[in-house]
């Protein structure tokens, strides 16, 4: 409820949250737990309430609940929505989105998840500022929660404030975070453990932490290198390599891809305009071998493909484009001219299908009512967010503090081969260049997918997704 003051600025009067009652069948039983869905409240110096996250929590009935996992899940953007998680992967409920993830054909349906989380541990879904219903108290005031380090310290304090008001102080702790979400996880652990909040476990779902590794900008050379095994598997998966590399196994023929990527590529790529023709037609011929596009196309690209060129190029013929967030989907083009495509399939597949779920959900199941749009990916917030740590932000450095300071805490990557926006191999790089003690080395967990950057979205692999996650916190 918001209110006016003499001072014109709205105040917020906090509402107390809807909890309803639920039980799914599982084929290992039955799980009946508690929906909470609510908003928590960011106060000003003051003591006033400067803005307000929305949040959906989901807890098991148990007779001692503080000790089950608490797991924490958001997404990323800037600017996105836990929906995506939320409904996709680890709540009790999920979109139907078929075995392979790709758009079905309205009117959209809920199914039970077979695969949740919400047996691992209790769920609490985040929506930061600007995204879902989570808004400030005065709209002036969104933008001042908008940047890498304001957005650390409200979902810090949401954490905060959740834990003490739950009594949830002796729960085990873990984070859940996909794309930037997972560069909000990283900068988190760091900057919670120095206010006295350690977490036994962060999964990292498409990751990106170094963003010098995905920025296609003059004078860094690093992300195309790193993009080129993803190129190659979304390119066996069209068939659009020779007919003998679209016959071999996959993964060894990516980390064959990577190991020249990284190696040769990226030594001739330093070179410039010192590179000889020879060594340039040498490169130019083994870049497109690996990668399906033609010889003469990687020339007129000055061996530097980039990602947005690559959806538009590799089906152009067919007047077709691959996705950016899962190069699986192929989306019909207005014209076969043009570098960039004129939308991405892969995201216009998932946003009818999620809204319309959720905000039918939201209302008739766990009976939230609101009359505000739930913003489930924000271009406003996005296109306004301050990036801190200059063209490259980095959020590694904090997870490495973390590690150094609570070596108990153990990190699950998740990552799918046709993901173009945060490819698998940027994600080692950085992992690699962190500067991890080699006795921490252990304490991280790879795992990867036949998916895109929403693995879940492919039913086999959001299967897969449950198992590793089971894994990972039983042994936590």
């Not at 010889?295 to 007047?319: Q, Y």
């Not at 991890?436 to 039913?459: F, K, P, Q």
Request: aromatic content about 12%; charged content about 20%.
């Amino acid at each position: 409820m918001t209110e006016t003051k003499d001072s014109d600025k709205p105040v917020i009067t906090e509402q107390p949250p809807i909890t309803t009652a639920h039980s799914i069948s599982l084929p290992a039983g039955e799980l009946v737990y508690r929906a909470t869905a609510g908003m928590l409240p960011l106060k000003d110096e003051q003591g006033e309430i400067a803005a307000q996250i929305f949040y959906t929590a989901y807890q098991l009935d148990s007779a001692d609940s503080a000790a089950r996992p608490l797991i924490f899940v958001f997404n990323g953007g800037p600017g996105s929505a836990s929906i995506w998680l939320h409904m996709g992967a680890l709540g009790p409920k999920r979109v139907d989105m078929g075995a392979e993830g790709f758009m079905p054909p309205p009117p959209y349906k809920l199914i039970d998840n077979a695969h949740t989380w919400l047996g691992l541990g209790d769920l609490v879904f985040i929506d930061p500022v600007g995204t879902g219903y989570s808004r400030a108290a005065d709209p002036d005031d969104n933008k001042k929660y908008w940047g890498l380090e304001a957005d650390l310290e409200a979902v810090g304090e949401f954490i905060r404030l959740y834990l003490s008001r739950n009594q949830r102080w002796a729960s085990p702790l873990y984070l859940a975070g996909e794309s930037y979400g997972t560069t909000r996880a990283a900068g988190l652990a760091g900057y919670l453990i120095d206010r006295g909040i350690a977490f036994n476990g962060i999964v990292l779902i498409s990751t990106v932490m170094n963003f010098q590794t995905l920025r296609f900008s003059k004078g860094n050379d690093l992300p195309y290198a790193l993009y080129v095994p993803s190129y190659c598997a979304t390119a066996h998966y069209h068939g659009a390599l020779s007919k003998e590399l679209n016959a071999r196994e996959l993964r060894p023929l990516l980390a064959e891809v990577a190991e020249w990527a990284e190696g040769d590529y990226t030594t001739a790529l330093a070179k410039g305009d010192r590179l000889s023709g020879d060594e340039r037609q040498a490169v130019a011929e083994r870049l497109s071998q690996y990668t399906g596009l033609s010889t003469r196309f990687v020339l007129g690209a000055d061996l530097r493909i980039h990602i947005m060129s690559f959806c538009k190029e590799l089906l152009r013929d067919d007047k077709r484009a691959v996705g950016r967030l899962d190069s699986r989907f192929v989306g019909i083009m207005a014209s076969a001219e043009g570098q960039r495509f004129d939308f991405d399939p892969s995201m216009h597949a998932i946003i009818p299908p999620y809204n319309a779920v959720f905000n039918q959900y939201i209302r008739q199941q766990l009976r939230y009512e609101s009359d505000l749009n739930y913003e489930i990916l924000s271009s406003r917030v996005g296109e306004n967010w301050q990036y801190a740590g200059g063209e490259f932000p980095d959020t590694s450095e904090r997870l490495r503090a973390a590690f150094a300071k609570n070596p108990f805490m153990r990190v699950l990557v998740a990552q799918g081969y046709y993901d173009l926006a945060t490819p698998f191999q940027a994600a080692y790089y950085s992992l690699a260049h962190m500067g991890l003690d080699s006795d921490l080395r252990g304490n991280v967990t790879i795992a990867e997918y036949e998916a895109g950057h929403m693995m879940y979205l492919h039913e086999a692999s959001l299967a897969k997704l449950k198992a590793d996650a089971a894994v990972f916190i039983t042994a936590g």
